[in-house]
């Protein structure tokens, strides 16, 4: 049924956009409209184009431009249209420190200016677990292999940690698993990157992933991503760019969802700083979920380590959270409607991100998460590589999709 609803609005209002699709699937998923307005807002807008008037807790006014408003002013959410919107993130911090952009007591923004040195980024990917969601289909196929539309489920979040410039790689999974990621992966030097594998004898919590990982993660910045999760959208690669400017700390990314009890969600004080994060609550102190996309600095280590397991015997990533919100260093960061976010553990979110990745590529012509043109656009590899892997694909969409996108880049 609802890839059949989906198909009529496509086929009757001409649905031709990415965020026009997107729309249609918040639609179905019971969000706001991508264009309404956010009701909880600290900025009013008169006119598209205007000054924002703003105003901070002592009253003091200013005009700033809205990319000004972004960056320097205690705001964390925007009562403007997207189409009105900065493509920038709004970042919030837990923190008050001397230097802070914005006011003392509201949230913070990370400046847009230093870049990271090399290779003090590494990427995990949790691919373990059981896959009790998703049974029985998973009784005989990990979770992460399974595909969604054209491609494996895992092919997913690699892409968003290769977007993010990251290309040393953990991918932690089960034993039994474990050849067939190393099958299905190699090393990684087919797309220009690295990986390494672990093996989670059984599950103990997403924290247990930094503490098999230590050797890895080093004295590192690391940044991990469950396998189960999509991120897709406009300006997603600048969003990962800049948040990897960060240097100490944490920083979680939040997202609107209708139903905040399945998940930890972000708690605001009336000036919009962040001064919680509670877990499946019953009663929401806000609709804003924190995904499955954590960068933390290598203290997380140590953090995960000292951690103690919850009444369901794991790790708890809310943990972990909580203590870098405790030591006032905690970055929260609200994903705006140009960008959607999935998670595909259930019957009901797999095949609702099947039938948005089908649309998606089928509308626009290209590709989501497709490793050998992310590598290729990101300079990890050349189009005699991408020839290379499409050659043996050469007799389905995939690999034609792939020949096709060096000849075009090349003319």
Same mark, same amino acid.
């Given at each position: 049924?609802?890839?059949?609803?989906?198909?009529?609005?496509?086929?009757?209002?001409?649905?031709?956009?990415?965020?026009?699709?997107?729309?249609?699937?918040?639609?179905?998923?019971?969000?706001?409209?991508?264009?309404?307005?956010?009701?909880?807002?600290?900025?009013?807008?008169?006119?598209?184009?205007?000054?924002?008037?703003?105003?901070?807790?002592?009253?003091?006014?200013?005009?700033?431009?809205?990319?000004?408003?972004?960056?320097?002013?205690?705001?964390?959410?925007?009562?403007?249209?997207?189409?009105?919107?900065?493509?920038?993130?709004?970042?919030?911090?837990?923190?008050?420190?001397?230097?802070?952009?914005?006011?003392?007591?509201?949230?913070?923004?990370?400046?847009?200016?230093?870049?990271?040195?090399?290779?003090?980024?590494?990427?995990?990917?949790?691919?373990?677990?059981?896959?009790?969601?998703?049974?029985?289909?998973?009784?005989?196929?990990?979770?992460?292999?399974?595909?969604?539309?054209?491609?494996?489920?895992?092919?997913?979040?690699?892409?968003?940690?290769?977007?993010?410039?990251?290309?040393?790689?953990?991918?932690?999974?089960?034993?039994?698993?474990?050849?067939?990621?190393?099958?299905?992966?190699?090393?990684?030097?087919?797309?220009?990157?690295?990986?390494?594998?672990?093996?989670?004898?059984?599950?103990?919590?997403?924290?247990?992933?930094?503490?098999?990982?230590?050797?890895?993660?080093?004295?590192?910045?690391?940044?991990?991503?469950?396998?189960?999760?999509?991120?897709?959208?406009?300006?997603?690669?600048?969003?990962?760019?800049?948040?990897?400017?960060?240097?100490?700390?944490?920083?979680?990314?939040?997202?609107?969802?209708?139903?905040?009890?399945?998940?930890?969600?972000?708690?605001?004080?009336?000036?919009?700083?962040?001064?919680?994060?509670?877990?499946?609550?019953?009663?929401?102190?806000?609709?804003?979920?924190?995904?499955?996309?954590?960068?933390?600095?290598?203290?997380? @280590? =140590? &953090? !995960?380590?000292?951690?103690?397991?919850?009444?369901?015997?794991? /790790? $708890?990533?809310?943990?972990?959270?909580?203590? #870098?919100?405790?030591?006032?260093?905690?970055?929260?960061?609200?994903?705006?409607?140009?960008?959607?976010?999935?998670?595909?553990?259930?019957?009901?979110?797999?095949?609702?991100?099947?039938?948005? @990745? =089908? &649309? !998606?590529?089928?509308?626009?012509?290209?590709?989501?998460?497709? /490793? $050998?043109?992310?590598?290729?656009?990101?300079? #990890?590899?050349?189009?005699?590589?991408?020839?290379?892997?499409?050659?043996?694909?050469?007799?389905?969409?995939?690999?034609?999709?792939?020949?096709?996108?060096?000849?075009?880049?090349?003319?």
């Amino acid at each position: 049924m609802f890839r059949a609803g989906l198909e009529r609005i496509r086929l009757k209002d001409g649905i031709g956009t990415i965020r026009e699709i997107m729309c249609a699937l918040d639609a179905r998923r019971g969000q706001p409209p991508l264009d309404a307005p956010i009701r909880r807002a600290i900025v009013n807008l008169s006119k598209p184009g205007n000054h924002l008037p703003m105003v901070d807790s002592s009253g003091c006014k200013s005009a700033p431009s809205l990319d000004d408003a972004l960056w320097h002013f205690p705001c964390y959410l925007l009562s403007i249209p997207n189409k009105c919107r900065s493509r920038n993130p709004i970042v919030i911090s837990s923190g008050e420190k001397e230097g802070d952009m914005g006011f003392p007591g509201h949230p913070t923004a990370i400046s847009p200016k230093s870049e990271p040195s090399p290779g003090t980024w590494k990427g995990i990917v949790l691919a373990g677990g059981a896959g009790t969601r998703l049974y029985p289909t998973t009784r005989a196929v990990s979770k992460p292999l399974l595909p969604v539309y054209d491609k494996p489920m895992i092919y997913y979040p690699l892409s968003v940690l290769m977007q993010a410039g990251i290309r040393d790689i953990l991918v932690i999974t089960t034993p039994k698993d474990l050849p067939r990621f190393q099958a299905l992966l190699e090393d990684g030097s087919q797309w220009g990157v690295r990986f390494s594998y672990v093996e989670q004898p059984h599950p103990a919590g997403i924290p247990d992933a930094f503490i098999l990982g230590r050797d890895f993660i080093g004295n590192d910045r690391v940044c991990l991503i469950l396998s189960d999760n999509i991120f897709h959208g406009d300006g997603l690669e600048t969003i990962l760019r800049r948040a990897l400017r960060l240097k100490t700390g944490g920083l979680v990314f939040g997202y609107w969802v209708h139903d905040p009890h399945r998940y930890g969600v972000v708690e605001f004080n009336g000036s919009g700083k962040v001064i919680g994060i509670e877990e499946k609550p019953s009663v929401p102190k806000s609709n804003f979920a924190v995904t499955g996309l954590y960068l933390f600095d290598s203290r997380v @280590v =140590e &953090i !995960a380590a000292r951690l103690v397991p919850s009444e369901r015997g794991e /790790l $708890e990533i809310i943990d972990v959270i909580r203590e #870098y919100l405790h030591l006032g260093e905690l970055q929260v960061e609200l994903l705006g409607g140009e960008i959607t976010w999935m998670d595909a553990g259930t019957h009901e979110s797999l095949a609702e991100a099947c039938t948005f @990745v =089908e &649309i !998606a590529e089928s509308r626009r012509g290209v590709k989501v998460a497709c /490793l $050998e043109e992310v590598a290729y656009r990101m300079g #990890y590899i050349g189009p005699e590589q991408v020839r290379t892997l499409a050659e043996p694909l050469s007799k389905n969409g995939y690999g034609r999709y792939l020949l096709q996108m060096v000849e075009n880049r090349a003319s």
